[in-house]
């Protein structure tokens, strides 16, 4: 069994029970998980008058990483069919978005994943949950811990 740190996000829509949706299922797929306070912020890499509601969640999963991204874009589908990309591949206002930020302390580079995820450094958002439910997590490549990465950001 792995331990799995995701990150939810809705900026459409009636964001709250996006987020509830998509815990539920996840649950449901998984069974026990934890979840961290919910962090508003404002959409990250494009532009948009829709803030996001995120949280993380942790759960243990004996997928693999592949069939673990397919079963959350499942879920993704099953609350929302609207595509969160442009038609050239930018980020868009989306109903639900779920990524997955770190499977334990495996390093993942394939072109549809890319795990711990690649941009979590730089994403408050991600990081601030993530310190909440996995505070003694490190990163596989950096050897940091989601509240170093956190003093990092805020300098």
Not at 40 to 63: I, R
Not at 136 to 141: D, E, K, S
Request: charged share 30%.
């Amino acid at each position: 069994m792995a331990y799995v740190l995701v990150n939810i996000g809705s900026n459409l829509g009636d964001r709250r029970l996006n987020l509830s949706r998509a815990m539920r299922k996840i649950g449901e797929l998984f069974g026990d998980f934890e979840i961290s306070h919910v962090v508003e912020s404002e959409p990250w890499g494009f532009d948009s008058t829709h803030s996001f509601l995120n949280l993380g969640m942790s759960f243990q999963a004996d997928l693999s990483p592949m069939d673990l991204l397919r079963c959350l874009q499942d879920i993704e589908r099953s609350i929302s069919e609207t595509r969160h990309r442009t038609s050239d591949g930018g980020y868009a206002d989306r109903e639900i978005d779920i990524d997955i930020i770190a499977i334990d302390r495996e390093i993942i580079d394939m072109p549809e994943l890319k795990v711990p995820h690649p941009k979590m450094q730089e994403r408050l958002f991600v990081l601030e949950p993530m310190a909440e439910l996995a505070p003694g997590w490190r990163h596989p490549v950096t050897d940091l811990t989601p509240v170093e990465m956190i003093m990092k950001i805020k300098g």
